[in-house]
């Protein structure tokens, strides 16, 4: 059979699976081909696997003009394109459910303008970088932070909670032909108008490898160096698809930096114990300071007749050198949860050693409801949790020097 013979959906079926420059070339190879690589499905398909489009935007007639659309706007990033589109469709998705004023602290892209005069200064930045901000250029201070927070009140140190990520006009403050830089700060952490830890890529020169994520702890002296990722692209997509998994604790919209891989639970009368910690390397001088998040939660399916509601707290807190505190008191930050099937609470703490690490365990008496008198009770354990330096780094594992 001839090729103008051939039906046209298999013609089209061929085509669909050509890259879109093999379809501009074979269209140039003969009439039936061009005819074949100017139909609408061929290009629906490509804009669906290159572009993530899944239909014609409004302001466009048809596929052919949305692809030509897209190529013209972001053709120069059309390798790294799927992957980051992805990553910010997850991260969309997830903050709009989950913490709706991170999703509307979200900024307008950088226009592709902005990043050439930036490199005509003489740097060179990676494609990837430059399409992330293009989509979203960073966050205002409106919001809680992207890459994460905490309750600055349980330390009563008034540290910001709020990991914002920085815009790009922030990331290249005080950047001209004269003040070259080498790096730029996508993320900062600053008490008393003082940096003390930083998120920053590596510039590069043009077809050099991709630039290095790195974080730097200004605590020392000479300042301490994390390796977080070996490119943007790994550090972005670490973070994005541990904070989707839920690996970080969700609470009024704001994402909470305690780890999942701090985790530590327990279970005793259908009540489950789960403690996850967070080391303070920005409050660390004459002390280490860690703060904790707890969860209690009930099973759905736990005997009703063990519904109960916390009445005291009680720990045993051990420092490195074996130094034991006992602290006794009533209730959990100032509240009694009451314990049924299917509930659960949450809440944050701190504490601090005068060694590098430490320990915590504990136990909660509950009063049974079953129980008019609030006499008989029960102990729910929290089970140990061994706390120890180390830097949270937003990208998916505990970064080390």
């Known amino acids: 059979m001839s090729l103008e013979k051939l039906p046209e959906h298999i013609l089209i079926q061929i085509l669909k699976l050509l890259s879109h420059t093999d379809v501009i070339h074979v269209g140039e190879t003969c009439k039936t081909l061009y ?25 466009f007639k048809n596929w052919i003009e949305t692809f030509k659309y897209f ?22 998705g997830y903050l709009k459910e989950n913490c ?29 970088f430059k399409l992330f901000y293009r989509i ?16 600055s009140e349980i330390t009563g140190f008034g540290d910001v909670p709020g990991r914002h990520l920085l815009p790009f006009e922030h990331v290249i403050k005080n950047c001209d032909s004269t003040n070259k830089l080498s790096h730029l700060t996508l993320f900062e952490a600053c008490e008393m108008a003082q940096t003390y830890f930083s998120i920053m890529m590596e510039l590069s020169k043009e077809n050099e490898s991709e630039p290095n994520i790195f974080a730097v702890s200004y605590l020392t002296m000479p300042p301490i160096t994390y390796n977080l990722a070996n490119t943007f692209t790994e550090w ?26 701090t985790e530590t639970s327990y279970t005793s009368y259908g009540i489950t114990v789960s403690v996850r910690w967070l080391f303070h390397l920005q409050l660390s001088h004459n002390k280490t300071h860690y703060s904790y998040y707890i969860k209690m939660s009930m099973a759905e399916d736990a005997p009703v007749s063990n519904s109960c509601q916390l009445l005291t707290r009680h720990w045993e807190i051990m420092d490195k050198d074996g130094k034991t505190e006992t602290v006794n008191g009533p209730g959990v930050v100032g509240q009694y949860p009451v314990m049924r099937p299917g509930a659960v609470y949450e809440w944050q703490s701190a504490t601090s050693f005068n060694t590098t690490t430490g320990s ?13 008198t609030r006499q008989n009770t029960i102990n729910v354990i929290c089970p140990e949790f061994n706390m120890k330096p180390y830097f949270p780094t937003q990208c998916g594992s505990m970064g080390r020097e």
């Open 71 to 92: 190529y013209q706007e972001f053709g120069d990033t059309i390798e790294c394109y799927a992957t980051i589109r992805k990553v910010w469709n997850e991260l969309e």
């Open 360 to 372: 915590m365990k504990g136990h909660f008496v509950m009063a049974l409801l079953s129980d008019p």
């Open 236 to 261: 972005i997509q670490n973070y994005t698809e541990k904070l989707t998994a839920g690996d970080f604790p969700i609470i009024e919209g704001q994402i909470l930096m305690f780890d999942v891989n």
């Open 136 to 151: 979203h250029n960073g966050q205002n201070n409106n919001g809680s932070g992207l890459l994460g927070s905490f309750d």
């Open 35 to 59: 005819a074949a690589s100017k139909l609408e499905p061929v290009w629906a398909t490509q804009c669906k696997r290159i572009w993530l489009v899944n239909k014609v935007p409004e302001k």
């Open 100 to 128: 709706p004023g991170i999703f509307s602290s979200l900024l307008p892209g950088v226009e592709k303008k902005v990043f050439e005069e930036f490199e005509n200064l003489g740097y060179h930045l990676p494609k990837d």
